[in-house]
């Protein structure tokens, strides 16, 4: 029976968050040992939170990273059969309170609108040489935009190495009106049940952000040997590392802060361009998400936020 118990207590987390809350723990270590010189021990008091939560703002982290490390620290509690209150005190939701208001005046991570798209689309002619290059790359830049892709679903990563985009699992309508993408798995599909998505061509006179275009191009010059979607000319995978890095010397082509851009801008880039023309369930649906969270993708546009009187007098 105990067995049992150890059992489904190791299943109640997901894989993803069991690595999260690994590398939370191993974090937290390496601050008690500098902190105290000695591993840390458990119970942990409220006072050691609150130094742990002054520590990770000084890092520069987010009140989300933030929440991340306390419930990977209360987890870590109730698992060894303490109480998981110090985590939750009084104190320590003040100093997230002021995490939050500070870390709103920092640089935040900026989303790509279509017009950034094309720029980026035309940039990449500058930065590589090889055809087979400059479209494998606008093929990704415009699947990861329009799909509402996480960087983990359509490159490689340590993290998640079974989350493989591979060629099977693309197919091209023979009209060149969608193209179909099977993800296998991903954040908010644990147990690998796998979702089709269906992204469809670009009107016409926009051919060049076209993702059906863009995808045909590729697949053109990749061939259609077995094995991952994305890869270069030699055959290895394009990493989420490597995808990072070549997107932020784009943006620095196209004349915008290479800090404040990040591959998660082309999700939240393809949210804010969908939001207002698609209902909300719809949008979760494409996007894929389980929650409200989807609202905080959306960026609205300054002259959405200043044309609405307007819209309110207007059948005055």
Not at 126 to 132: A, D, E, N, V, W
Request: charged share 20%; proline share 3%; with cysteine.
């Amino acid at each position: 029976m105990r067995a049992e118990k150890q059992r489904l207590r190791s299943k109640a987390l997901a894989p993803n968050t069991r690595k999260l809350y690994a590398a939370a723990w191993k974090a937290f270590k390496r601050f008690y040992i500098s902190l105290y010189a000695r591993p840390p021990h458990l119970p942990i008091s409220v006072s050691v939170i609150e130094y742990y939560v002054a520590h990770l703002s000084q890092l520069g982290k987010s009140v989300e990273t933030a929440r991340v490390h306390l419930s990977a620290l209360a987890h870590r509690l109730r698992s060894k059969g303490y109480s998981a209150r110090c985590v939750h005190a009084h104190k320590v939701k003040e100093l997230l309170r002021g995490l939050r208001r500070t870390s709103a005046h920092r640089g935040t991570r900026k989303h790509f609108t279509v017009h950034y798209m094309s720029l980026l689309c035309t940039a990449v002619a500058s930065l590589f040489t090889s055809l087979y290059d400059i479209a494998l790359f606008r093929c990704m830049l415009l699947t990861a935009f329009f799909a509402l892709l996480r960087v983990s679903e359509y490159a490689t990563t340590h993290h998640s190495p079974h989350r493989k985009l591979l060629l099977k699992h693309v197919r091209v309508a023979t009209n060149a009106s969608h193209v179909q993408l099977f993800i296998q798995s991903s954040k908010t599909d644990q147990f690998s049940q796998g979702v089709t998505l269906y992204i469809g061509s670009a009107g016409i006179g926009h051919t060049h952000l076209c993702p059906v275009r863009a995808m045909m191009q590729y697949i053109k010059y990749r061939g259609h040997s077995k094995g991952v979607l994305f890869q270069w000319q030699s055959g290895r995978a394009v990493s989420a590392t490597c995808f990072s890095r070549i997107l932020k010397q784009l943006v620095g082509l196209i004349k915008l802060d290479k800090k404040l851009y990040t591959p998660h801008s082309l999700r939240s880039g393809g949210c804010t361009a969908l939001a207002g023309k698609v209902p909300t369930w719809k949008l979760k649906a494409i996007g894929r998400w389980r929650s409200s969270c989807v609202e905080r993708y959306i960026r609205i546009p300054r002259r959405e936020l200043t044309s609405y009187v307007r819209e309110m007098t207007s059948g005055f």
